[in-house]
Each structure stands twice: as structure tokens, then as C-alpha cells.
């Protein structure tokens, strides 16, 4: 079911945030800014040393001075050292440890749980920046998040193509100064209206039907009028005119360039399971579940009514 993909989703987000990231032997660590570095020279404790890669990028040792480091792997580095070593020791043999990796500050903007700015292991991905930030809002968009970096122009990452298909070519990886914006998307969403239990917005994640919409509104009130259901459909061509009947009350509905009524029966989905009744909601529907008018509490209001009125007219 979508719904069960989008928790999938949630815990892998949950899951990414709390495993550490691990350079492997296909990864090529670079060497940056505040990375904490072990220079061994066998056989010379006097010069090895325990440095920090300063925000210049270079790194101070005895008898060679300043060594650039940042941008380079450790091996690199190590060859490095190896040859201006030997100006002044024999056969130097030169180890570089990392013991301390650098972090990436990048900012998570926008319509996540916790915004702000993270900082994150090198190699963070767009999926550790959001499980940083501990995922989406309920108003979040899927397919407007931009990333910006820097002057060059935002890069649009499709987060529904990402989180729910599973497209991992898209999980981007993320550089010092990142920042991740998750826009507001008011068309993410749909509407439950009417006789259910909690009116109001409904998250669209993946596919979702109007059975599923009312039940995630709380499902429907005793006065629910299930057959008669419909949604409101925006972004198409109308009918030139329809007539809609609401138990007694008629409504004639004259033609409305780009609006749609579909009626939907939930009663026939619910009891007899006909699921081809149960439409598919889109972006931005508004699904309205009206009122029975001979409801029993409908009913009992009414000859309250009557019998208040009959003790007036006495």
C-alpha cells in the first residue's frame, strides 16, 4: 500500500540519521579544513605530529614547514610528505592517519520538522540532511526541493521520485555551505469536507483514494450521507451543466470552466467492497461527504422542534 511505502520511507530516513557514515575502500576520502591528521615517520618521533588542517588548508610539520593537505586523499598526501621528507631524512617512511574526519555544515530550509543549520559527516547525502532535520511537514512538496550551492544556479531534485520510487540517482551528495530548501507545495494535499469526524487537509503521499482520504479524516459522522459523496475536481475542463441531488436537496451546477464533480459512492465501496467506485484523489481535490437530513439525530432534533412549537401555539 502507498501509505505503508511512505512509513518505509520515514524509517529509512529515521535509520539513516542514526548510522554513522564509513569511508570505505571504493570511497576516496578528501582531506579537509578541521580534519585531525597523524604524521608518523618511523624511526623520527621528533618530527611526527598530531596536526589540524587549518581553514587555509595547510598543515605546519618540522624541517618541511607548510604542506597544503586539504583537497588531497590521505595517500596523496603521503607521497607528499614522503618526498620533501627525503630532502632531509633517508628512505623517510611516512604514514598519515586520520584520526578526527571533518564535518559539513549545510542548512536544511524550509518546510522540514526541525529547520536549521547541521552539521554532517563527510559524504552526506540529501536523505542524511532530511533525516537530520528529521524529515518532511505535512505541507512539504515532493518534486520542488532545490538545492543551493554557492552562485551557480539551484539544482531541482524530484523528493517524490526520490523517497517513493526509490530513485537513489537522485540522492545527491552534499558539499561545505549546502543548503537544502523544501518549499511549500499547496496542491501536495486534498480536502475532506463535510460529515467525517476531522475536517480538514489530508497529505497526499503516492496514490490515495477516497475511501483512504475519509478514514484518515477520522471517517464518517452518523449524519454521513455515503452514496452521495463527490469530489471536486480543479485543472479540467466541465461538463456545460450538471445536476447534483443531496438526499431532498437539489443542487443544479451551471457550467464552471476547469472544475469537475465526481460523484464517488463510499457506501457500495464499504459494504460490498466495489472498489472500483472508490476514485483515485489528485492534488488538490476536495472530497465532501454531505449530510443524511433523516439522519436519526436529525430526526430527533426535528420533533424537538415540532413539539417545542406545538407547546407554544397553545
Not at 137 to 144: I, Q
Not at 159 to 172: D, F, Q, T, V, Y
Request: no cysteine; charged share 20%; aromatic share 2%.
Amino acid at each position: 500500500m502507498p501509505l505503508r511505502m511512505t512509513a518505509g520511507v520515514l524509517i529509512v530516513i529515521v535509520l539513516l540519521s542514526a548510522a554513522p557514515i564509513r569511508v570505505t575502500a571504493q570511497q576516496r576520502y578528501i582531506l579537509g579544513v578541521e580534519d585531525v591528521l597523524e604524521v608518523v615517520v618511523f624511526g623520527n618521533a621528533e618530527v611526527s605530529r598530531t596536526v589540524t588542517i587549518r581553514p587555509d588548508g595547510m598543515v605546519s610539520l618540522p624541517l618541511i614547514g607548510e604542506v597544503a593537505a586539504a583537497g588531497l586523499t590521505p595517500e596523496q598526501l603521503r607521497q607528499q610528505l614522503s618526498r620533501l621528507f627525503a630532502a632531509f631524512l633517508r628512505n623517510p617512511q611516512v604514514t598519515v592517519i586520520v584520526r578526527e574526519l571533518h564535518k559539513l555544515r549545510v542548512s536544511v530550509l524550509g518546510l522540514v520538522t526541525r529547520p536549521g543549520v547541521y552539521e554532517l559527516m563527510q559524504g552526506a547525502t540529501v536523505l542524511d540532511a532530511l533525516a537530520a532535520a528529521q524529515g518532511l511537514a505535512v505541507d512539504a512538496g515532493l518534486g520542488e526541493a532545490r538545492l543551493m550551492r554557492g552562485g551557480d544556479p539551484p539544482v531541482v531534485i524530484d523528493l517524490e521520485r526520490l523517497l517513493l520510487r526509490g530513485e537513489l540517482a537522485l540522492n545527491l551528495p552534499l558539499l561545505p555551505g549546502d543548503a537544502l530548501v523544501i518549499p511549500e507545495d499547496p496542491t501536495g494535499r486534498v480536502y475532506v469536507l463535510g460529515e467525517v469526524l476531522r475536517p480538514g487537509i489530508v497529505p497526499l503521499r503516492g496514490s490515495l483514494t477516497a475511501l483512504q482520504a475519509m478514514t484518515l479524516a477520522g471517517g464518517p459522522t452518523r449524519r454521513a450521507l455515503l452514496n452521495r459523496a463527490h469530489i471536486i475536481r480543479r485543472g479540467r475542463q466541465a461538463p456545460a451543466a450538471a445536476t447534483v441531488t443531496l438526499a431532498t436537496v437539489t443542487v443544479a451546477k451551471q457550467s464552471i470552466a476547469g472544475v469537475q464533480l465526481l460523484p464517488v459512492d463510499l457506501l457500495k465501496v464499504i459494504r460490498e467492497g466495489d472498489v472500483a467506485r472508490d476514485l483515485a484523489l489528485q492534488r488538490g481535490d476536495v472530497l465532501y461527504i454531505p449530510e443524511n437530513p433523516i439522519a436519526l439525530e436529525n430526526i430527533g432534533l426535528l420533533i424537538g422542534i415540532a413539539a417545542n412549537v406545538s407547546y407554544l401555539l397553545r
